[in-house]
DNA sequence: TTCACTTACCTTTTT
DNA sequence: GGTAAGTGAA
């Protein structure tokens, strides 16, 4: 018998009794639900470790995740503790299973010839054509963009509501645009059916609608995938559930996991209650709490607890840790962000020392927070890798080398057609439709007088043609493009093109994992990340933005821009429902360190349009906390770290102003609102109070600002 | 219809 | 200070 190298695993000591419930009993449904670090994952990992102990082939579980990457690493994992690989497990996200799902039946649902998956910019481009066909918001500059429009239609379909249910509820401003709104997203839905195109969306919808038609097919995958265990079900929306409930049925293998307090993806229509109602939908549901933290030292879990203290629904999570040591977290207040990112540098540098390169991330809200970072690492030679934020397969030359390969697999993909064949001298997106349309008919006169009047045509509808005959892998086929396609490169981007060049051998490299262009132009789309791991180095610092750490963790984590427009993002200041989202990103980012934590909230941002760094407020979420939770440390002037000096700094108190100690609004047209110093400005006189408590200040010299009145001090 | 120029408006988060 | 959309000449 080769038991070889076979490990045996002692679950009882990996895990603790509620996790081993949960691993060891994989008969009808299972809810885990609780707390970050309280070992979720770990749980599922060993689940699967058990299965396949037991003798369940591994082809019949299905793992569906958040990422591919979270489902590779699970995986990878489960195979280190198994101590032998693991063949055939489906591991993967919703909508690439669905993709897999798909692309074998899609004649059932409508596309005979297949279809072509688009991303985001696609998408935004159809729609920019639907909106200028039925020719809304022709000169009128203040008609929704087409960025927006797209956000409305997916996010009514996610959420399935109506559009205007939807602008009622979250986009009042747009409310007026309701009707027109409707017919754009009818055009848009007609628009990907005519043309063999299918968005995120559809993926999901076409999976549901193919699985409650088909009963043969439901039948088979349900007794295919015996086992079936979903990650981060909190981030689920009402599709995906039912997804989950046609693959599993009622009284299935299926196991949940997921925590409703790092629910933090509902702008794209995940809905917390799939996660709180799972126990109703699904029969007899086992349901495991986990109670103890694994992850973080008491200091860092009370913060994190603190942060959730505030939330306008609490949550009754109770969880303890046996790491009762620990440095308390530290609030850094750099002098401005530009100083900010000199000195969280001093910080890695520091803790890396201590915890190893690849222990220290560093988190942020947005993608483009850690640009200053990133060119002071750069200038200092310290390697990084980077996640979210701008994606290498949206850049405009990836995806016009890209839309080369689409049209050998789908001729009718007039979004293809007008990227390829835009670039030619004198055409744009209408004599490109046109010239589209007369290859799709056949017509070889046509198409020789278009050849004639365009030499370039004639090469790229050879090599197009060409390319589909030989029925080319992707890597041959991008060295067919790319040369093509490189003066056209060189034309259009006469100072970058050598950067963008590399680009394309990046692209060309990841080719080459792919035999199937249908599954290379695919996973372009649904696993946009993959450069990046390509690409990246070993043992190196993480930036990421908190979407894309979920269920990750560091000794040490640094978060950076915790000020007030910037975490929570300014547009979410005002909707009750975004802003505890935005509470609940925060609660994630936190939950991701073991060790250390350093939270960072600059005292002063650097405005382009003023040209002038204005004073920033830390964080309603930093203010609320106690500050025996953590320590504050100050950047001086002189460019050290100190410990505050209470009396010295304004504080970051939130109860309201006592009415007495500032200018009556009442009376501000009549009253004199009198002066004020601040720290970087000077003197300056009041000139109105907005908001409830920021006001409007003459600087001479610095001009009219808008400043939150702790930061002044009244004259 | 295309393209180069001008102007308005922001810059979440992801499959 | 960068992109997206409108303007007007060819
Ligand atoms: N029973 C256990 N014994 C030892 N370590 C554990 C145990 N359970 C979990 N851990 C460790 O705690 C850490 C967090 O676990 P895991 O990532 O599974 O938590 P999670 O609940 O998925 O967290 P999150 O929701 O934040 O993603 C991991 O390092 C894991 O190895």
Not at 147 to 167: G, H, P, Q, Y
Request: charged share 25%.
């Amino acid at each position: 018998m080769p038991v070889g190298d076979k490990k045996m695993i002692d679950f009882k000591k990996e895990l603790n009794p509620a996790q081993y419930e949960a691993a060891t009993n994989p008969q009808g449904p299972v809810l885990v639900i609780a707390g970050a670090g309280s070992g979720k994952t770990r749980t599922i990992v060993y689940r699967l470790a058990w299965l396949v102990e037991q003798g369940i082939p591994p082809e019949s579980i299905l793992l569906m995740t958040f990422t591919r990457k979270a489902a590779q690493e699970m995986l990878t994992r489960t195979e280190q503790i198994l101590g032998r690989p693991l063949h055939g497990t489906n591991g993967g996200t919703f909508h690439s299973f669905a993709f897999s799902i798909l692309r074998q039946n899609s004649a059932e649902i409508g596309f005979p010839n297949g279809f072509t998956l688009m991303d985001r910019g696609d998408c935004e481009d159809v729609i920019r054509e639907v909106k200028s066909n039925f020719g809304f918001g022709q000169k009128d500059r203040s008609y929704p963009k087409k960025a927006t429009l797209l956000d409305m239609v997916t996010k009514s379909r996610n959420k399935e509501v109506s559009i205007d249910f939807l602008l009622n509820s979250e986009a009042f401003h747009l409310a007026c645009y309701g009707q027109e709104m409707e017919q754009i997203s009818d055009g848009y839905a007609i628009y990907k059916k005519q043309h063999g195109l299918m968005d995120y969306d559809d993926l999901l919808f076409y999976l549901e609608e193919l699985l409650s038609k088909d009963e043969f097919l439901r039948n088979s995958l349900r007794s295919r995938f015996q086992y079936i265990m979903v990650d981060e079900y909190q981030d689920t929306n009402l599709v995906q559930a039912r997804i989950v409930q046609h693959l599993a049925g009622k009284n299935g293998n299926i196991m949940a996991v997921g925590d409703d307090a790092q629910s933090i993806y509902s702008f794209r229509g995940a809905d917390v209650t799939n996660i709180l109602k799972f126990p109703e939908i699904f029969n007899d549901v086992k349901i495991v709490r986990l109670e103890q933290n694994y992850r973080s030292t008491q200091p860092i879990l009370d913060i994190t607890n603190a942060i959730l203290d505030g939330a306008a629904n609490k949550f009754d999570k109770k969880l303890f840790t046996e790491k009762t040591w620990g440095k308390k977290p530290q609030l850094m207040i750099p002098l401005s962000d530009f100083s900010q990112s000199t000195r969280i540098l001093d910080r890695i540098i520091e803790l890396q020392k201590r915890h190893g390169p690849e222990e220290v991330a560093v988190l942020f809200r947005a993608g483009y927070q850690s640009y200053g970072l990133e060119v002071a690492l750069k200038r200092l030679g310290v390697g990084y890798k980077k996640y979210g934020g701008l994606k290498f397969n949206e850049a405009a030359h990836i995806k016009d080398v890209l839309s080369f390969l689409r049209l050998v697999s789908n001729p009718a993909d007039i979004i293809a057609w007008q990227r390829c064949l835009g670039h030619i001298k004198g055409v744009g997106p209408k004599t490109a439709q046109k010239i589209a349309n007369t290859v799709i008919s056949g017509d070889i006169n046509a198409i020789n007088k278009y050849t004639q009047k365009y030499s370039l045509l004639k090469d790229i509808l050879a090599d197009i043609d060409g390319l589909r005959e030989k029925r080319s892998s992707p890597a041959t086929s991008l060295e067919v493009v790319i040369p093509l396609y490189t003066p056209i490169l060189v034309a259009t981007y006469p100072d970058d093109y050598p950067r963008r060049e590399a680009g394309l051998d990046q692209l060309l490299q990841i080719a080459n994992n792919y035999t199937d262009l249908d599954s290379f132009l695919a996973d372009m789309c649904l696993d946009p990340d993959q450069h990046r791991e390509e690409a990246a180095q070993e043992n190196v610092l993480t930036l990421s933005t908190i979407h894309s750490a979920k269920g990750l963790e560091w000794n040490a984590v640094i978060i950076i821009d915790l000020v007030e427009d910037r975490f929570p993002s300014r547009k979410s200041m005002h909707k009750p429902l975004e802003y505890e989202e935005e509470r609940r990103l925060l609660y994630v980012a936190c939950t991701r360190a073991k060790e250390e934590l350093i939270l960072s909230a600059p005292a002063s941002l650097y405005r382009k349009n003023s040209d002038f760094n204005e004073p920033a407020v830390p964080s309603p979420f930093i203010r609320e906390l106690d500050n025996y939770l953590f320590d504050e440390l100050h950047e001086s002037y002189s460019g050290g770290m100190n410990k505050q000096q209470i009396a010295a700094v304004p504080s970051f108190d939130t109860t309201p102003r006592n009415a007495d100690s500032t200018p009556n609004k009442k009376n501000s047209s009549a009253q004199k609102l009198g002066h004020c110093t601040h720290k970087i400005f000077g003197r300056g006189k009041i000139i109105d109070k907005v908001d409830p408590n920021k006001l409007k200040i003459n600087f001479p010299g610095f001009g009219v600002k808008v400043i939150v009145e702790d930061f002044v001090e009244l004259l």
